[in-house]
């Protein structure tokens, strides 16, 4: 199990505040807090990766499993993966007929080429710009070779942003607003193509940031 201490205050501030974000977030996708354009984002991929006809989908980083359950509903095999194990009990509580497991992101609890597509929805914005190619690495491990994926996040120039009192607990977290270029470019190096990049403006009352979101393939995925 991978443990460096950004990892350690993900886990313990999630699993502080699982109840909280169910709470306050919830456990489906929804307007309030995914722009028109993202559900847009969402359902494009879902389409596209039915067309490959695909493995399972993991929703990495899954939460109380939002994502996992709108892909669900899209038709796909969805199932996640999360370091909190507060919110892993969230997400089968919330979606017992889903998948879900405990793991971290650079060691998935999967064997190698073994899911059709990834979904990191604002699952990367705990680890450090530094990190993300181990991230992209394991990906690379996972994936099926027609294999695609998506990251959605706050984007920004690669600056953190401390958080005293993450989600109303007592932990400290330092949050990542990922350099897009720099994203694509660890993604390229990482062997993937980039499929499309997409970037808005803030757009939803709690938003600050411009919000980013790139779709990509392993690099030997042929398109027809
Ligand atoms: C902002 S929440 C988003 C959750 C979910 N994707 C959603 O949209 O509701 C970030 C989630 O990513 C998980 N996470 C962050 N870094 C992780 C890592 N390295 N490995 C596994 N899970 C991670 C956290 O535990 C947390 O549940």
């Given at each position: 199990?991978?443990e460096?201490?950004?990892?350690a205050?993900?886990r313990?501030?999630?699993?502080h505040s699982?109840?909280?974000?169910?709470?306050?977030?919830?456990?489906?996708?929804s307007?309030?807090f995914?722009?028109?354009l993202d559900?847009a984002?969402?359902?494009a991929?879902?389409?596209?990766?039915?067309?490959?006809?695909?493995?399972?989908?993991?929703d990495?980083?899954?939460?109380p499993?939002?994502?996992a359950?709108?892909?669900a509903?899209?038709?796909?095999?969805?199932r996640?993966?999360?370091i909190?194990v507060?919110m892993i009990?969230?997400?089968?509580?919330?979606?017992?007929?889903?998948r879900?497991?405990?793991?971290?992101?650079?060691?998935?609890?999967l064997?190698?080429n073994?899911?059709?597509?990834?979904?990191?929805?604002y699952?990367?914005i705990?680890?450090p710009p530094?990190?993300?190619p181990?991230i992209?690495?394991?990906?690379?491990?996972v994936?099926?070779?027609e294999g695609?994926?998506?990251?959605?996040?706050?984007?920004?120039q690669?600056?953190s942003?401390?958080r005293a009192?993450?989600?109303?607990?007592?932990?400290?977290?330092?949050?990542y607003?990922?350099?897009?270029d720099?994203v694509?470019?660890?993604?390229?190096h990482g062997d993937?193509?980039?499929?499309?990049e997409i970037?808005?403006?803030p757009d939803?009352p709690?938003e600050?940031t411009?919000?980013a979101?790139?779709l990509?393939?392993?690099?030997d995925l042929?398109?027809?």
């Amino acid at each position: 199990m991978c443990e460096p201490d950004h990892l350690a205050s993900t886990r313990a501030v999630y699993d502080h505040s699982a109840a909280q974000y169910v709470a306050g977030v919830g456990t489906a996708v929804s307007a309030k807090f995914e722009a028109p354009l993202d559900r847009a984002v969402l359902d494009a991929f879902a389409e596209s990766v039915r067309s490959q006809e695909p493995g399972s989908v993991l929703d990495a980083g899954c939460g109380p499993g939002r994502v996992a359950a709108y892909l669900a509903d899209r038709g796909l095999d969805a199932r996640g993966v999360d370091i909190s194990v507060a919110m892993i009990d969230a997400a089968r509580a919330a979606h017992p007929h889903l998948r879900f497991d405990q793991g971290c992101l650079t060691a998935l609890p999967l064997p190698d080429n073994s899911i059709g597509a990834a979904v990191y929805w604002y699952s990367i914005i705990t680890t450090p710009p530094s990190e993300l190619p181990a991230i992209w690495h394991e990906l690379r491990r996972v994936l099926e070779p027609e294999g695609q994926a998506l990251v959605a996040f706050q984007a920004g120039q690669g600056e953190s942003v401390e958080r005293a009192d993450a989600y109303g607990s007592s932990a400290a977290l330092t949050l990542y607003r990922h350099s897009v270029d720099d994203v694509l470019t660890s993604l390229r190096h990482g062997d993937f193509d980039i499929r499309a990049e997409i970037r808005r403006q803030p757009d939803l009352p709690h938003e600050t940031t411009p919000q980013a979101f790139i779709l990509l393939a392993r690099s030997d995925l042929q398109i027809p």
